[in-house]
């Protein structure tokens, strides 16, 4: 068995042909999407966040908007960049957001990958220490995060309060009971993946990881997973953690789907870098009939070695459109895969 999900990256643009010309369009529109994916059965509603692009950004809002509309799938992000997150803030709008949903909430959370702007953290007020990478204060908010989430008192109250306090040090408020467990991080490489084990988090794998042996991307993204595993029993965590990997995947069942992904150009892996330094390898797309993407699906070793599948849509053809997308993997690929 497997959870199966969809990823959406929220695009909009003010173009004819897009069915989301503006950010109201895009936001409402991932609400009725995951309204329309839980009643067809899928087990997962997750959202890009981006800063300074015409794409989704602010979570949370649209997070409890969704768990407002929704009573049984899952909500998440797939990531949240957390160098440009408040910690205590955002365990705020995480604890709320997560009671309106009555504790569905699945927070990808990451360094985050090259933005649109540079350093665009230092516009929100973010800036590394002496000493620190960009990547190191993403590691460090996520720490603070983490501590936070646990739920205990840390703040010394005021002796004069506004409002009768309970006894000893205050936490944050409000409190989810059981969020901690349910936050990922959106991995790149091996050695981070293994420090996710280390933290408790869950892991997400996405389309691209770091190059780091030539294999294909399906066989480096299996070792990391892999990798990750180990790393958390090596940590001694007792609960059993979740891996999720993200795919472009698209079964051709009529002429609308043959007419858009029938002729992808993207059925092998790519290779590119990310900066000047980082070497990336971009995982392939699938798209072809029901039945010969079932055979070739059958050879990913990364969707096996996962408990979670999220699958990327392209959220500018409409929400009726991307239904049916979801629809059509789990009606005619994912039995055939021992998946559902």
Do not use: C
Request: charged fraction near 25%; avoid cysteine.
């Amino acid at each position: 068995m497997k959870k199966i999900g969809f990823l959406s990256f929220g695009h909009w643009t003010p173009s004819s042909q897009s069915a989301t010309r503006s950010a109201q369009d895009v936001l409402l529109q991932s609400i009725d999407l995951a309204v329309a994916a839980e009643e067809l059965g899928a087990d997962g509603a997750y959202f890009r966040v981006h800063h300074f692009a015409r794409q989704l950004s602010s979570p949370f809002p649209l997070l409890a908007a969704v768990g407002a509309r929704t009573s049984k799938i899952e909500i998440g992000t797939g990531v949240i960049d957390m160098r440009y997150e408040n910690p205590l803030y955002m365990a705020e709008d995480a604890g709320s957001a997560d009671l309106i949903a009555n504790g569905r909430l699945q927070l990808g959370i990451s360094r985050g990958s090259p933005e649109q702007v540079v350093e665009g953290y230092r516009y929100f007020g973010y800036a590394p220490q002496e000493g620190e990478t960009d990547a190191d204060m993403g590691r460090r908010h996520t720490e603070a995060f983490l501590e936070v989430l646990r739920g205990e008192g840390f703040a010394k109250p005021n002796p004069q309060p506004m409002f009768p306090n309970p006894p000893g040090l205050l936490r944050l408020e409000p409190f989810s009971e059981g969020l901690r467990e349910r936050i990922w991080w959106g991995s790149g490489s091996n050695a981070t993946a293994e420090w996710a084990a280390k933290m408790g988090m869950n892991l997400q794998s996405s389309t691209l990881k770091d190059d780091e042996t030539g294999e294909p991307f399906h066989v480096q993204q299996a070792k990391q997973i892999r990798a990750y595993r180990e790393a958390w029993k090596a940590a001694g965590h007792t609960r059993e953690p979740r891996v999720s990997v993200s795919r472009s995947i698209f079964a051709l069942v009529n002429d609308m789907d043959r007419a858009y992904f029938g002729r992808s150009g993207q059925e092998q892996d790519s290779v590119g870098f990310l900066d000047e330094k980082t070497r990336a390898i971009f995982g392939r797309s699938y798209a072809a009939e029901p039945e010969a993407l079932i055979k070739q699906l059958a050879q990913d070793e990364a969707i096996a070695e996962a408990d979670t599948l999220l699958l990327t849509v392209p959220n500018q053809l409409g929400v009726a459109y991307n239904a049916h997308v979801i629809e059509a993997i789990l009606k005619y690929v994912a039995p055939e895969l021992g998946w559902r």
